[in-house]
Nanobody, 116 residues
Framework: QVQLVESGGGLVQPGGSLRLSCASS????????MGWYRQAPGEQRELVAT????????DYADSVKGRITASKATFNNTMYLEMKMLKREDTRVYYC?????????WGQGTQVTVSS
C-alpha cells in the first residue's frame, strides 16, 4: 500500500509560479513510474509529466513543456512539480500517481487556480 499526499496548490496570478509536492509513504526509489496529472470539471484527466525509475528520464505533455519541471527527492520521498508562467487554462485539480509492481496509487489532488 502506498499513500500519496499532494500539497502546494492555491490561487496564483497569470504569469506566476507554484511548486506542488507529492509526499509518498514509501520510498520513491521503489516506484518504477511516478506521474502528475490534472483535471478540470467535466474533462478527462490529462497526463502532465512522467518520471521513470531513477528520474533520469522525464516526459512532459506538449501543453506544459517548457513551463514545468518534475522531479523527485529520495531523502524525503517526495515528488515535485515546479510550474512557471502559469496561464488561466492551467486551472485544474492536480493529482500525483505512482506505479509499484502491478498497482497504481493516486493522491487526493490539490487545486490550482490561475486568476487575476
Amino acid at each position: 500500500q502506498v499513500q500519496l499526499v499532494e500539497s502546494g496548490g492555491g490561487l496564483v496570478q497569470p504569469g506566476g509560479s507554484l511548486r506542488l509536492s507529492c509526499a509518498s509513504s514509501r520510498s520513491v526509489s521503489s516506484m518504477y513510474r511516478m506521474g502528475w496529472y490534472r483535471q478540470a470539471p467535466g474533462e478527462q484527466r490529462e497526463l502532465v509529466a512522467t518520471i521513470w525509475t531513477s528520474g533520469a528520464m522525464i516526459d512532459y505533455a506538449d501543453s506544459v513543456k517548457g513551463r514545468i519541471t518534475a522531479s523527485k527527492a529520495t531523502f524525503n520521498n517526495t515528488m515535485y512539480l515546479e510550474m512557471k508562467m502559469l496561464k488561466r487554462e492551467d486551472t485544474r485539480v492536480y493529482y500525483c500517481n505512482a506505479n509499484l509492481l502491478e498497482y497504481t496509487y493516486w493522491g487526493q489532488g490539490t487545486q490550482v487556480t490561475v486568476s487575476s
